[in-house]
T-cell receptor
Framework: AQSVTQLDSQVPVFEEAPVELRCNYS??????LFWYVQYPNQGLQLLLK??????LVKGINGFEAEFNKSQTSFHLRKPSVHISDTAEYFC???????????FGTGTRLKVLA | DAGVTQSPTHLIKTRGQQVTLRCSPK?????VSWYQQALGQGPQFIFQ???????QRGNFPDRFSGHQFPNYSSELNVNALLLGDSALYLC????????????????FGQGTRLTVV
């Protein structure tokens, strides 16, 4: 079975500081990897995805993530955060050839002024 | 272009009642999935519809059922509501013109917040 672990439930960081949100997954088969962001009282918006190819993936709003197959990780990074980045971030996997996304429990990023 | 549209946005029901939630996918999208997001948790996959058939199902009881119409819109029905069914229900759709059904991302709606009292 597949699973996703987001070790940090909350990450406070000062504005303009760098941030890394950690995601580890467990799967014995090929997976696709995603990061979604959820603002209060809203649905999920895709930040970036890894399907194949380059392990460094760039997304919207200055975010990037690196796929590390040996460590089964897909950590999300941003070199300089803004107040507007305050939100809940979800890492997700989808097993190749299936429809089902498996989400982590989320990391609440709080950017402080 | 409207995104994934869900209705209603909020709903309060009593234990034992039945509820129907609705989803209209983005224009050009065909596959619809439903997720349940309990407070403080990540979304959990309920099921997915493609070409009006349920294609895959998560670990949810038969009280959860769905339907997809020829115009690709979808309904999620929950019977015999329990307090534990209180959650944000998210609908997601897929762009049928972007790659294969396997390698495109899901686009999510704003969700329907269901409260069971």
């Amino acid at each position: 079975a597949q699973s996703v672990t987001q070790l940090d439930s909350q990450v406070p960081v000062f504005e303009e500081a760098p941030v890394e949100l950690r995601c580890n997954y467990s799967s014995s088969v090929s997976v696709y990897l995603f990061w979604y962001v959820q603002y209060p009282n809203q649905g999920l918006q895709l930040l970036l995805k890894y399907l194949s190819g380059s392990t460094l993936v760039k997304g919207i709003n200055g975010f990037e993530a690196e796929f590390n197959k040996s460590q089964t990780s897909f950590h999300l990074r941003k070199p300089s955060v803004h107040i507007s980045d305050t939100a809940e971030y979800f890492c997700a996997v989808r097993v190749s050839g299936t429809y089902k996304y498996i989400f982590g429990t989320g990391t609440r990023l709080k950017v402080l002024a | 272009d409207a995104g994934v549209t869900q209705s209603p946005t909020h709903l309060i029901k009593t234990r034992g009642q039945q509820v129907t939630l609705r989803c209209s996918p983005k224009s050009g999208h065909d596959t619809v999935s439903w997720y349940q997001q309990a407070l403080g948790q990540g979304p959990q996959f309920i099921f997915q519809y493609y070409e009006e058939e349920e294609r895959q199902r998560g670990n949810f009881p038969d009280r959860f059922s769905g339907h997809q119409f020829p115009n690709y819109s979808s309904e999620l029905n929950v019977n015999a509501l329990l307090l534990g069914d209180s959650a944000l229900y998210l609908c997601a759709s897929r762009d049928r013109d972007r790659g294969t059904i396997w390698d495109t991302e899901a686009f999510f709606g704003q969700g329907t917040r269901l409260t069971v009292v």
